[in-house]
């Protein structure tokens, strides 16, 4: 089975940069996505690993370690509409998403 | 502009009665999934078809059907037997998942209320 483990939430001010942290645990290891979604919107794609390392994207960054079952989605000069839930999602072997609970950004002025 | 649909947006229905969710893609997407979100918890999948008139259960299929008649088309059932049917349900699709990651594209959502 899968086991995904986010914060629940985290808050940070106009400007800063937040961390969010993905530990899980999978009997199969495709790669790791990150999807931003709005509240009552689609989730969107924003990055996906699938080697150990960090993929930079603007101010997005996403890194993986799979030895240590470890993600984090950093964001950067953070803005008022990236205020969102921001969603780590496991590939397994058979190509299905295991998706954790989310982790609802905050941004305060 | 390619995209996936899924109507309503809201839908309100009794308790007892069966209600279809409708979901189209127009992105030639050979794999398309149903996931219900609750709050609190992550997205949990319902049912996915891979190809054709072929489909297959998740890991919460009780009380939900669905049909593939159509690459298009994948509309998902919420039966009187699903216990707690009140829920955001997202539709999603991907290009065959085989040789690639799996990406998957998702639909603006149902919210859907049962009383």
């Known amino acids: 089975g899968q086991n995904i483990d986010q914060p629940t939430e985290m808050t940070a001010t106009e400007g800063a940069i937040v961390q969010i942290n993905c530990t899980y645990q999978?009997?199969?290891?495709?790669?790791l996505f990150w999807y931003q979604q709005h509240a009552g919107e689609a989730p969107t794609f924003l990055s996906y690993?699938?080697?150990?390392g960090l993929e930079e994207k603007g101010r997005f960054s996403s890194f993986l370690s799979r030895s240590k079952g470890y993600s984090y989605l950093l964001l950067k000069e953070l803005q008022m509409k990236d205020s969102a839930s921001y969603l780590c999602?496991?590939?397994?072997?058979?190509?299905?998403?295991?998706f954790g609970a989310g982790t609802q950004v905050v941004v305060t002025p | 502009d390619g995209g996936i649909t899924q109507s309503p947006k809201y839908l309100f229905r009794k308790e007892g009665q069966n209600v279809t969710l409708s979901c189209e893609q127009n992105l030639n997407h050979d794999a398309m999934y149903w996931y219900r979100q609750d709050p609190g918890q992550g997205l949990r999948l319902i049912y996915y078809s891979q190809i054709v008139n072929d489909f297959q259960k998740g890991d919460i299929a009780e009380g939900y059907s669905v049909s593939r008649e159509k690459k298009e088309s994948f509309p998902l059932t919420v039966t009187s037997a699903q216990k707690n049917p009140t829920a955001f349900y997202l539709c999603a699709s991907s290009i065959d998942p085989g040789p690639n990651p799996n990406e998957q594209y998702f639909g603006p959502g149902t919210r859907l209320t049962v009383t």
């Open positions: 999602a496991v590939e397994n072997s058979w190509g299905k998403l295991q």
């Open positions: 999978t009997s199969g290891f495709n790669g």
């Open positions: 690993n699938v080697l150990d």
